[in-house]
Nanobody
Framework: VKLVESGGGLVQPGGSLKLSCAAS????????MAWVRQPPGKGLEWVSD????????SYADSVKGRFTISRDNVKNTLYLQMNRLKPEDTALYYC?????RGQGTQVTVSS
């Protein structure tokens, strides 16, 4: 299993970013996938997940209405569109398959 996140960066409050996670080494279309994050000095926090065919999604209350998870089962890629970002969204973001995760991509929201 290989999960490679990208798309993080520094953005001002109210801005947007789109994260991607390129998956390989398994049949991507058969698995629920998730995004989790780790704020500085804190533990992992579940953000969102999506079922294998992409028609059922769930979100943490802290991101509901601002973030959108999606997937492309042809490209074996998971996405997280993040809008109206807040400083408290600052974290290292990981995509996850079960208990497996990539190296993460850093999102920093600051003016």
């Amino acid at each position: 299993v290989k999960l490679v996140e990208s798309g993080g960066g520094l953005v001002q409050p109210g801005g947007s970013l789109k994260l991607s996670c390129a998956a390989s080494g398994f049949t991507f279309s058969m698995y629920t996938m998730a995004w989790v994050r780790q704020p500085p000095g804190k533990g992992l926090e579940w953000v969102s997940d999506i079922n294998p065919i992409g028609d059922i999604t769930s979100y943490a209350d802290s991101v509901k209405g601002r973030f959108t998870i999606s997937r492309d089962n042809v490209k074996n890629t998971l996405y997280l569109q993040m809008n109206r970002l807040k400083p408290e969204d600052t974290a290292l973001y990981y995509c996850m398959k079960g208990a497996q995760r990539g190296q993460g991509t850093q999102v920093t929201v600051s003016s």
